[in-house]
């Protein structure tokens, strides 16, 4: 029966697994609380194919318990019922070893039904899950769980995994090979720090290598070929999505063009072109601001246009957008003044609007004459001076002008009318 490779070459103990030296290396929290023996209920949260399942795997193997593996996508509260049921009987004397896999597809009730026996230390479970466990996984769960994150494998830490799977594939052809220069480093490369796509990438480049004179050629075009765009770590609902959407914002707020390029390219590479276009627009806005206020409506024409001509020209307009925003002066100003104004808003902080600057069109002799609005248009440099906010915040300052070129000028203007 066919067995895949990244199966057979799965590590047996914490000496062999590849990478997460911060939790599994000498001194590691994580190796230090296998190795006690005592196992509390963990939360293993990170990418696909960097060791969660095979961590899990060697722990059972270093306990008494039974192991019991449900995958949240197809299992159901009858499973968990089944293994509940297993506790106290000949089966499981010693209590279970429970490792559900992809935890963030059960529902609150689905989590809860554990409850009890997590806690009361029968079921010990081991949960694994691709997405941000403080999202997605219930408080209750959380709390007597302790969380550790799994981190994406270095090509470097890849290499000798790479080296270790081919041997095996060549013990399995029965027949010598030869790697072209550059093959291992490119699938160390090209798996995106995951394990098991560098397997696959092994085990097919075996399969589809040539044979010349009793020797299989493994090229680094086939390599190409096999590994495609597998490097790409992407899920448009999930935290791959919005990390990189983070990273590209706080890459242009930062004023580093390269990492604003890198991350935008990545995002388009996975075909998904509408979410820096909005988000683009939202950075106008919210970093650039009064700065360079015209860059929202360059930013916008860029995005119209990337929108009306698609993929793969759109890349052009949006990477123009990206270089433009990330080489702007900055400020948040406008983000600081409705900030503290919806604050005060939601605080109840209000008040009557000042009766002459309601929808009044004719004040009449019954209003005093203090209370009439002044048309500012009718004064020098259009403006007077007069109360606007409500009387409860007629003191509060919102807006502080930026420290940039364009907004210092608009306060020496404003300065020297107000002559403050």
């Known amino acids: 029966m066919y067995r895949p490779l990244a199966d057979e070459i799965r590590p047996k103990s914490l000496d062999d697994v590849v990478g997460q030296e911060h939790i599994l290396g000498k001194n590691g929290m994580l190796r230090r609380i296998i190795e006690s023996g005592q196992i ?13 399942t095979t961590v ?57 039904s554990l409850l009890e026996h997590i806690e009361n230390g029968k079921i010990s479970l ?19 769980s302790t969380v550790f994150e799994f981190k994406a ?42 394990v098991r796509k560098a397997m696959n990438c092994v085990e097919l480049l075996f399969y589809g290598a040539r044979e010349t004179d009793g020797k299989l050629l493994l090229s680094l075009d086939d390599a190409k070929s096999v590994a495609q765009r597998s490097a790409i770590r992407y899920d448009r609902d999930g935290d791959g999505h919005y990390d990189l959407l983070s990273a590209f914002q706080k890459s242009i707020r930062g004023s580093d ?28 806005a919210e970093d650039i601001g009064l700065a360079y206020p015209q860059a929202i409506s360059i930013v916008k024409a860029c995005v119209d246009s990337a929108r009306e001509i698609g993929l793969p020209e759109a890349q052009i307009p949006l990477a123009e957008a990206t270089i433009l925003l990330a080489t702007a002066p900055k400020s948040n100003s406008a983000v600081s003044a409705i900030k503290m104004a919806m604050a005060d808003v939601k605080a109840g902080r209000t008040g009557d609007t000042p009766r002459h600057i309601k929808n009044v069109h004719a004040d009449g002799a019954e209003v005093e004459k203090v209370e009439a609005y002044k048309y500012a248009h009718d004064y020098k440099n ?32 404003w300065d020297e009318i107000k002559k403050k």
């Open 40 to 52: 509390p209920n963990l939360i293993f949260y990170g990418p696909s194919g960097v060791g969660k």
């Open 56 to 112: 899990a795997s060697i722990i059972a193997e270093k306990t008494q318990r039974t192991l019991h593996k449900l995958n949240a996508t197809t299992a159901g509260i009858g499973d968990i019922k089944a293994v509940i049921d297993s506790l106290d009987t000949m089966l499981a004397p010693n209590g279970v070893l429970l490792y559900l896999d992809e935890i963030q597809y059960f529902n609150k009730k689905q989590q809860q």
């Open 126 to 144: 081991i949960a694994s899950t691709t997405e941000n466990p403080y999202f997605y996984v219930y408080n209750a769960i959380l709390s007597r």
């Open 153 to 194: 494998i270095e090509p470097k830490q890849l290499i000798p995994a790479i080296e270790r799977a081919m041997g095996i594939m060549g013990e399995k052809n029965g027949l010598n090979w030869e790697a072209e220069e550059g093959v291992m480093d490119f699938i160390a490369s090209a798996c995106g720090g995951d």
């Open 257 to 284: 063009p390269d990492a604003a390029i890198h991350y935008l390219a990545r995002l388009l590479e996975a075909g998904d072109m509408i979410s820096p276009c909005r988000r683009l627009l939202v950075i106008a």
């Open 382 to 413: 259009h403006y007077v001076e007069q109360q606007y906010l409500p009387d409860a915040v007629k003191d509060r300052k919102y807006y502080e002008f930026g420290d940039n070129k364009t907004e210092q000028a608009a306060k020496k203007y």
